[in-house]
């Protein structure tokens, strides 16, 4: 059975390691997800994407954002007003970079996924979760999420040579 928390939902999360979660990430998903790193404005995954769909945690497959709640802010990074569920995420102060700001992570890994601001008046929360497409994977409605989630995690390991 796999070690990896996306092919094997029944893996201990709160028991893997830096090394354990450096085996199963694409480098950039890891130096996002496990280090709070932030790719570069317009650089990430999503950006554009428009379908319908779920969006789930590319550490562990948690479900994290429906695509309905997607929205176009103009940021650079994908927006949405909303997560799927209540307790999909975890929210944290984030005193980093002389700032004050309120950071989101996925409720299950605790992995980095962004930041939430209160800058959009014209969405029904008010607010914008500004996420990072690199801690995202995309699973098209109508599409079994294992097997998308899957076929993700090959393509990643063929990027990196393994």
Known sequence: MSNDPVLNPGVDVEAMDTEAWRAVLHPVEFAILR??????????????????????CAGCGQRL???????????????????????ALEIITDRSHGMVRTEMRCSRCHGHLGHIFDDAPHMPTGKRHCVNGFALIFVPEGEEAQKVLAMHRQASKETRGQ
């Open 35 to 56: 280090e709070a790193s932030t790719e570069r404005p317009g650089t990430g995954r999503y950006l554009d994407e428009e379908g319908a769909g779920a969006y789930h």
């Open 65 to 87: 954002y429906d695509g309905g709640h997607k929205f176009h802010s103009g940021c650079g990074w994908p927006s949405f007003f909303q997560e799927i569920d209540d307790g």
